[in-house]
């Protein structure tokens, strides 16, 4: 199975200020059809996850333009360009290239 | 709006069975594939089935293969996890998951809890 490693675990970030969360794969995750299939999640506490951005770079309808994608083969960044009180919860990359789909371990954006 | 409503869960002894059902709507559920996906200790998430338009086609984690079963009844618009034989690792939340260029929408979940 491919695994997903975020960093880092426990993100403090200061409200206004950016925040950068790393997924790096063990394997390239660039599938025979040319499409790269990495998504990211937000998770905010008590509530079930919502997909922000889909194949890399794609923001979901109603996502904020502080949130972006970017990335290729095995190195994959969400980055939020100034985080405001409601992004505080957990990140998730996962990879749909692979059987089976794969979830990265987590990232916990904390607003200081 | 897209909605997913996940019941079924519930405490059952190692060995015993559940069948988690999920209520879509919003959308035209026979366009979709759909998904299982399990949540343990809060944190980590675990794909655990996949099933296609018309549920001819489905996949399975190894951990669940032989255990678990995936179907959906397009007519009534819902997805079903026939689970058997299951084990204290199975413990978690278990969300219906609609998949568009990969999974996107979830639903609020239902805690499977395997304990004797």
């Known amino acids: 199975d491919v695994v997903l490693t975020q960093s880092p675990l426990s993100l403090p970030v200061t409200l206004g200020q950016p925040a950068s969360i790393s997924c790096r794969s063990s394997?390239?995750?660039?599938?025979?059809?040319?499409?790269?299939?990495v998504n990211w999640f937000q998770q905010r506490p008590g509530q079930s996850p919502r997909r922000l951005i889909y194949k890399i770079s794609n923001r979901e309808s109603g996502v904020p333009d502080r949130f972006s994608g970017s990335g290729s083969g095995t190195d994959f960044t969400l980055k939020i360009s100034g985080v405001e009180a409601e992004d505080a919860g957990v990140y998730y990359c996962?990879?749909?290239?692979?059987?089976?789909?794969?979830f990265g371990g987590g990232t916990e954006v904390e607003i200081k | 709006e897209v909605q997913l409503v996940e019941s079924g869960g519930g405490l059952v002894h190692p060995g015993g069975s559940l069948r988690l059902s999920c209520a879509a709507s919003g959308f035209t559920f026979s366009n979709n594939w759909m998904h299982w996906v399990r949540q343990t200790s809060g944190r980590g998430l675990v794909w655990v089935s996949r099933?296609?338009?018309?549920?001819?086609?489905?996949s399975y984690a190894d951990s669940v293969e032989g255990r678990f079963t995936i179907s959906r009844d397009n007519a009534k618009n819902r997805l079903y996890l026939q689970m058997n034989s299951l084990r204290i690792e199975d413990t978690g939340v278990y969300y219906c998951v609609r998949n568009s260029w990969g999974p996107d929408y979830w639903g609020q979940g239902t805690l499977v809890t395997v304990s004797s």
């Open positions: 394997q390239s995750l660039e599938h025979s059809d040319g499409n790269t299939y």
């Open positions: 996962m990879q749909g290239t692979h059987w089976p789909l794969t």
């Open positions: 099933i296609n338009y018309d549920g001819s086609d489905t």
